[in-house]
C-alpha cells in the first residue's frame, strides 16, 4: 500500500519555482541524473572491493537510457547501490535548507526569470530539474543488500510524493520520467548523445542509449590520461573540438596535482589573441569538470583576467558537484585550483621563453598586453610575471629582450645602477627621441616603452632586481659619472655664454606661459636643438594621452624647454639674432623649434600654423639660395 509523504516547505517552493521558471537549458536534467547514477555506481564500484555479498554480483556497472517516444517517457537506469525506503525519503524527499534558499535567492535575482545551467548545479537542487520537463516521475529501486525489498517513488512535482512496494528485480535505481508535451525532443537519440557529450561525456561508466551496445560517452577525459601516452594529434583533434579553430595552438600544458588541491587540466595557449568568426568559445572561461562532471562550461573564477585567452578544461576530485559560491569549503576549493592554475601557466610561459625564444617572441606579439595588465592588476605575481616582460631597446632594435638580459649588459657601463625607459608612440618615434642622445652617446641601453599600457606599467614596475627603473625625461637626471662619453667628432663647441643667454632669453619671451621655463641642457650634444622635458612630479606623456582621449579640453601641463648649446641651429640663431634681432626668421625659427619638440614628445601643435612657417622657412632657405 502505498504511504504519502509532504515534501518539506523549502522543497514546495523549489519545485514551484522549477516549473514555472522561464527555462532554456533544460538538458541539464539529464547531466542530473547521470551525475546521481555515477555516483551510486562508484559507492558500489567500492563497496565491491571488499563485500562480495551483495545483489547482483556480477552485473555490469554502467547506465542505460531508454527512449519510449510511443509512451511518451524516459528511463534512466542504473546498477548501483540502489535505495532503501529511510533513503527514499532522506535523498528525494528533504535537502538542505541553506541550499535552496540560496537557489531561491539566485534565481529570484535573475533579471529575465531565466534558470541557468550553471545555478542548477551549484547549488545541489539538481534532482528537482526533472520537473522542469516531465509531468510525472517514478523511481524504482533496489538496495544492493541482499535482504533488501524493491521500493517505488512517485511524484508530480506538486506537493506530496508516495511510497510504495515495488517490483525492481536487479539492483541499483531507475528513474521515469513521463516528460511534458513541449519536452519530447529530449526522446530524440541525437539529442540525447548531445547532452551526454557536452555535460557527461567523461563519466568513467558507460551510459549506453537504447539498444546500442557502444557507449555514448568518451569515458575517459584526455586530461587525465598519462601525457606520456596522449600524441600531439590527440591534443590538437581535442583543442579543435573544444574551440573549433583550426589553427593549432601555440602550446599546451597538460599537468595534475594532489596537493594543496586536487586537480587534473589540460590547458591551451591559442596562436592568435582575436577569436576567429568560427570559433565556439565565445566567452573567456575555462571548462569546470567535478569528478568529470561538467559543472560550468564558461568558468571564469579558475584565471585572473589577465589569463581570459587561455582555453582548456580543469577536472578536480575536491569538488562537490553542487559546487556553491555561498559556501567557504568551495571558496576555499576554487581559490587553491586559482592560485595553482595560475601558477602553472606562469611557469609554463617562462620555461617557454628560457627554453624557445622564437616561439615566446610568437606569444609575445600576441598576448603581450595581456601579461603587462597581469603586471598592474596581480601584485601577488608580480616577480614571476617581470620575468615574462620583454622589450626592443636601443641595443636590440629587432630582437626581443628581456629586463634580466638589460641588467645583465649593464655590467658593461661603468657605474650604472638603473635601468632606463623612453616613452614613444611607436618603436620608431621612441628611437629618434631627444632624450636619448646622451645614453647613445654613453653606451647606455634604454628600453622602449611604446604601448598605451606602458603608462600604467611604470606604476607597477618600480624595479628589476634591485635595479630602480627611470623615464630619460626626468629633468633631476645626472649621468655625468655613469660610462665614459664618446662626443661626436663633427659636434660644434657650444655657444659663448653670452650668446647663449640671448638665444635662450629669445625663446622665454617668444614662448611666453607655453612653457615652464627654458634653459640650457646639460646633456644634449647630438642632432636635436631642443627637448621637452617633464617637471618633477609631471604626469608621464602616455597618461596624458589617454586623458586628452577621454576629455579633448584636457590641456597638457607645461614642460621645460632645454635647448642644445652645441646643435648649428643654435649657432645660426645666435648669429641671426645678433645681426637683427627683429628679423622674423628669429620667431619663426624658434617657433617651428619648439613645435619640432612637441612633435617628438608625442604631441601634437596647430598643423595649419605649422604649415605656414615651414613654407616661411622654405622661402627664407630657397630666396637665400637664389642669391
Not at 512496494?165 to 541525437?190: C, H, M, Q, S
Not at 562532471?293 to 580543469?314: K, M, N, R, S, W
Not at 661603468?414 to 632606463?420: F, I, S
Not at 617657433?591 to 619638440?597: L, P, S
Amino acid at each position: 500500500m502505498a504511504e504519502s509523504f509532504t515534501f518539506q516547505a523549502e522543497i514546495r517552493q523549489l519545485l514551484y519555482t522549477l516549473v514555472h521558471s522561464l527555462y532554456t537549458e533544460r538538458e541539464i536534467f539529464l547531466r542530473e541524473l547521470i551525475s546521481n547514477a555515477s555516483d551510486a555506481l562508484n559507492r558500489m564500484q567500492f563497496e565491491l572491493l571488499t563485500n562480495r555479498d551483495v545483489r547482483d554480483v556480477d552485473a555490469q556497472l554502467a547506465i542505460e537510457i531508454e527512449a519510449d517516444e510511443e509512451a511518451g517517457t524516459l528511463t534512466i537506469r542504473d546498477t548501483g547501490v540502489g535505495m532503501n525506503r529511510q533513503e527514499l525519503i532522506e535523498n528525494l524527499g528533504t535537502i538542505s535548507k541553506s541550499g535552496v534558499r540560496a537557489f531561491l535567492e539566485k534565481a529570484k535575482s535573475s533579471n529575465d526569470g531565466h534558470i541557468s545551467t550553471d545555478l542548477i548545479g551549484q547549488f545541489g537542487v539538481g534532482f528537482y530539474s526533472i520537473f522542469m520537463v516531465a509531468d510525472e516521475v517514478i523511481v524504482h529501486t533496489l538496495a544492493y543488500q541482499p535482504d533488501s525489498e524493491p521500493y517505488r517513488w512517485i511524484s508530480r512535482g506538486e506537493e506530496s510524493y508516495e511510497i510504495e512496494p515495488g517490483d525492481k528485480e536487479v539492483r541499483g535505481t531507475e528513474v521515469i520520467l513521463k516528460l511534458k508535451d513541449d519536452a519530447k525532443e529530449f526522446l530524440k537519440d541525437y539529442t540525447l548523445r548531445k547532452i551526454i557529450q557536452t555535460h557527461s561525456n567523461y563519466i568513467a561508466f558507460p551510459i549506453y542509449i537504447g539498444e546500442s551496445e557502444e557507449p555514448a560517452n568518451a569515458r575517459q577525459a584526455i586530461w587525465r590520461r598519462p601525457a606520456s601516452e596522449v600524441t600531439d594529434e590527440d591534443y590538437n583533434n581535442f583543442y579543435r573540438a573544444l574551440t573549433m579553430e583550426f589553427e593549432e595552438p601555440l602550446a599546451h600544458i597538460h599537468t595534475s596535482a594532489d596537493a594543496p588541491v586536487q586537480y587534473y587540466a589540460l590547458l591551451y595557449l591559442p596562436a592568435k589573441a582575436e577569436r576567429s568568426m568560427f570559433t565556439l568559445r565565445k566567452e573567456p572561461g575555462l571548462q569546470l569538470y567535478a569528478r568529470k562532471v561538467l559543472i560550468q562550461d564558461y568558468c571564469t573564477d579558475l584565471l585572473p583576467e589577465y589569463l581570459y585567452f587561455v582555453h582548456g578544461a580543469v577536472d578536480s576530485e575536491d569538488l562537490p558537484l553542487n559546487v556553491s559560491r555561498e559556501t567557504v569549503q568551495a571558496n576555499k576549493i576554487m581559490m587553491g585550483l586559482k592560485k595553482a592554475i595560475t601558477g602553472r601557466i606562469l611557469r609554463h610561459l617562462s620555461d617557454l621563453a628560457k627554453n624557445d625564444a622564437e616561439k615566446y617572441a610568437a606569444f609575445w606579439a600576441e598576448f603581450g598586453p595581456f601579461i603587462k595588465q597581469g603586471m598592474i592588476a596581480d601584485p601577488d605575481n608580480r616577480d614571476r610575471l617581470q620575468g615574462l616582460l620583454r622589450f626592443y631597446s636601443t641595443r636590440s632594435e629587432d630582437t626581443l629582450t628581456s629586463l634580466q638580459e638589460v641588467v645583465e649588459r649593464m655590467q658593461e657601463v661603468e657605474n650604472q645602477q638603473e635601468v632606463y625607459y623612453v616613452l614613444g608612440d611607436s618603436k620608431s618615434v621612441a628611437s629618434h627621441s631627444p632624450h636619448l642622445d646622451p645614453f647613445r652617446e654613453r653606451g647606455i641601453e634604454v628600453l622602449y616603452f611604446t604601448e598605451t599600457v606602458d603608462s600604467f606599467l611604470i606604476n607597477s614596475l618600480f624595479e628589476f632586481n634591485g635595479h630602480k627603473l627611470r623615464n630619460v625625461d626626468d629633468e633631476s637626471l645626472d649621468l655625468s659619472e655613469i660610462g665614459s662619453a664618446q662626443t661626436p667628432e663633427d659636434t660644434n663647441e657650444a655657444l659663448e655664454s653670452d650668446s647663449l643667454e640671448n638665444v635662450r632669453t629669445h625663446f622665454a619671451e617668444i614662448l611666453g606661459e607655453r612653457v615652464q621655463s627654458v634653459r640650457i641642457s646639460k646633456v644634449l650634444s647630438g642632432s636635436n636643438p631642443a627637448r621637452l622635458v617633464s617637471p618633477e612630479g609631471a604626469i608621464d606623456r602616455h597618461t596624458q594621452r589617454v586623458y586628452r582621449m577621454l576629455d579633448r579640453d584636457y590641456e597638457v601641463p607645461r614642460k621645460i624647454l632645454e635647448l642644445n648649446p652645441r646643435h648649428t641651429l643654435m649657432h645660426n640663431l645666435a648669429n641671426l639674432i645678433e645681426a637683427d634681432a627683429q628679423n622674423p626668421l628669429v620667431e619663426v625659427t624658434v617657433e617651428q623649434i619648439y613645435e619640432n619638440a612637441l612633435l617628438l614628445d608625442g604631441l601634437h601643435p596647430n598643423p595649419a600654423e605649422m604649415v605656414s612657417r615651414i613654407q616661411a622657412l622654405m622661402e627664407a632657405a630657397t630666396g637665400r639660395h637664389s642669391d
